[in-house]
Each structure stands twice: as C-alpha cells, then as structure tokens.
Nanobody, 124 residues
C-alpha cells in the first residue's frame, strides 16, 4: 500500500549539484518526519537530513551542513534534498524514509517506510 520512491541520483563532477526527490504513495507527509539517509559500501546507513512536515524544522549531519537543503511539498507528498558543492565522499546510495512524529531525527529507528535508494556518484 505504502510506497516510497527516490529519484534524481546520477553521476556528477565534484563541485556540482543534484536534487533528489522522494515521492510517497498510499501515504501522506502530513504530521510526519521525512529522513534522508545514505549508505556507503560495507557500512550501515547513516542519517543525512530530516524534516518535519508539521513545522518544517530540520536537522543535518555535520558534513553536509551548508551544502544540502531538505524541503517538502506536502501537497505533492514529496520531499527534496538539494545537494550542492558535492564531494567524492558524498558518493553513496541515498534513501528516503518516512516515520511518525514531529521532531526531526537522524536515527533510522524512527522511520517505518523506506525507499529502495538512488545512487549518487561524485567524480573527482
């Protein structure tokens, strides 16, 4: 019933930009938290950013602060991750996740529904 689909990944040179999109179906972003995570090969998923659809509050992992911006379009059940000044170390599979609540968090345990990921590759 609930589907989460990420898109917008691709190959970009260092210093470039990408915008990832997360579309939910069979669900609504209202009164939810929406998180972005990334996974490096051989590592666990780590939180990148999260936004509350209730009040728009956000949280960012330190390494992406000032470069990444998360936003929502609640009417479209869509969340975006605008990534700029990309670095090779940003290369990973990026996942979108949905969870209940009003306080943004980077803890994966707070999220119930996950997309299948979109690959971001940054070349040097």
């Amino acid at each position: 019933e609930v589907q989460v689909v990420e898109s917008g990944g691709g190959l970009v040179q260092a210093g470039g930009s990408l915008r990832l999109s997360c579309l939910a179906s069979g669900f609504t972003f209202d009164d939810k938290i929406i998180g972005w995570f990334r996974q490096y090969p051989g590592r666990e998923r780590e939180g990148v950013s999260c936004i509350s659809s209730s009040d728009g509050s956000t949280v960012y992992e330190d390494s992406v602060k000032g470069r990444f911006t998360v936003s929502t379009d609640n009417a479209k059940n869509t969340v975006y991750l605008q990534m700029k000044s990309l670095k090779p170390e940003d290369t990973a599979v990026y996942y979108c996740a949905l969870g209940p609540g009003v306080e943004p968090t980077l803890s994966p345990f707070s999220f119930q529904y996950w997309g299948q990921g979109t690959q971001v590759t940054v070349s040097s």
